[in-house]
């Protein structure tokens, strides 16, 4: 883990909101540096939720930071804790919609243009998501057997 990571992120416990966008088939992930030894890590858009900020209004300023990509929020999908000293985080999924945009690789406001850990976005077809390492990939996309099982308990917002 890099040291940028660990200064910015760690020794706290953040609760992040991430968006899960299916579009034709493929999904799309943001490929970060300095998170794991090979310095590659897939996971969902999505990052820290703002102290006065609701849970949908920071997954929908988070896709666009990372993405480029304009989102509505319609399911919960999954809670997941990600415990790796010094990192700590309390993950709230859902599965989000596109709504305009154009995908582009974004950036972290919190660090500066040196610094910055996003390195691509990209859409996966459940074949090509199979062959990334299960060390490069979220802990939820580690085990898949296909999309259905991804999104079999998500519940509606009301």
């Not at 000293?85 to 596109?98: N, S």
């Not at 490069?136 to 308990?153: D, G, I, P, R």
């Amino acid at each position: 883990m890099s040291d940028i990571i660990s200064e910015k992120f760690g020794n706290k416990i953040r609760t992040r909101v991430c968006g899960w966008l299916l579009s034709n088939d493929r999904l799309l992930l943001v490929e970060h540096r300095g998170l794991n030894a090979s310095d590659s890590f897939w996971a969902p858009p999505g990052g820290e939720i703002h102290f006065g900020e609701t849970t949908e209004d920071a997954l929908i300023r988070e896709f666009k930071e990372e993405t480029g990509i304009s989102i509505s929020v319609s399911h919960f999908s999954h809670f997941h804790e990600f415990v790796a000293p010094p990192l700590h985080a309390i993950e709230l999924f859902f599965c989000v919609e596109i709504k305009g945009g154009e995908l582009l690789v974004g950036i972290d406001p919190e660090l500066s243009k040196n610094e910055q850990i996003i390195k691509q976005v990209k859409w996966f077809d459940f074949e090509n998501l199979s062959k990334i390492p299960k060390n490069n990939k979220h802990k939820l996309l580690e085990n898949l057997k296909n999309w259905t099982e991804l999104f079999a308990n998500t519940q509606r917002l009301t």
